[in-house]
């Protein structure tokens, strides 16, 4: 009985002859994409009713928008953009932490390629794509790496748009190049920041290419 006693008390991480371990509590992050799978937007009263449930069932919950994702309600109720940005940040922080050199061989040859391309737009996007696609992969973000593949299309047309715009090829290669010496670095502080000035600088450059055409808003490229 005292070897039972002494097994249950080591998978719990607890020694023999410590003190009975006290409960744990742990904070608890829920993503929530502000889309269906059909691309409905979802209802601020969704938002809150799921917030409400959250408190009723363990006690408190808060609900907040992480950094680049603003602007993130209409007037009207209901949400106006995809909280991709959001992942991606989370994604370089993790990639930082977690990236083992033949990681950072593969993220440098998506850099490398980028630069390779030259003005060539589409080469451009393909390895600039593939770079995300790495972080991703690298911080073991299954959820971007899936929103990635569904949107595939989507967003080379959006980088087909910003990039052909005078100098936008050149600020993105330095801006990419950023995320990779901080990831490189293993410094997961910095490549968050230097993700979200990333993702910041690339909405305002799609933002200003749509208002130009007067397009409607769209998802930003990378």
């Known amino acids: 009985m005292r070897h039972d006693r002494n097994a249950s008390r080591q998978l719990a991480g607890q020694r023999p002859g410590q003190a009975p371990l006290m409960n744990h509590s742990y904070v608890v992050q829920i993503l929530v994409p502000t889309q269906t799978g059909k691309g409905e937007p979802v209802s601020t009263e969704w938002f809150d009713n799921f917030l409400q449930e959250l408190t009723d069932r363990f006690g408190g919950a808060t609900s907040f928008v992480r950094a680049p994702g603003q602007g993130l309600w209409r007037s009207d109720g209901t949400t106006e953009r995809d909280t991709i940005a959001v992942l991606e940040v989370m994604a370089a922080k993790l990639a930082a932490g977690r990236a ?54 989507l967003l080379l047309v959006w980088f087909d748009r910003t990039l052909r715009v005078d100098g936008t090829i050149a600020e993105t290669l330095v801006e990419h190049q950023a995320v990779f010496e901080a990831i490189r670095t293993r410094s997961p502080v910095k490549a968050e920041r230097r993700m979200k000035q990333m993702m910041d600088a690339a909405d305002g450059r799609l933002n200003e290419t749509l208002q130009e055409s007067g397009a409607a808003q769209r998802p930003h490229p990378f």
């Not at 061989?105 to 850099?111: E, N, Q, T």
């Not at 390629?113 to 696609?133: I, N």
């Open 100 to 153: 083992l050199d033949d990681d950072i061989d593969r993220l440098s040859g998506c850099v490398a390629a980028m630069r390779e391309a030259g003005e060539d737009v589409e080469a451009f996007a393909a390895a600039d794509l593939a770079f995300h696609f790495e972080v991703a992969r690298i911080a073991g973000n299954t959820v971007l790496q899936d929103i990635l593949h569904s949107i595939r299309s």
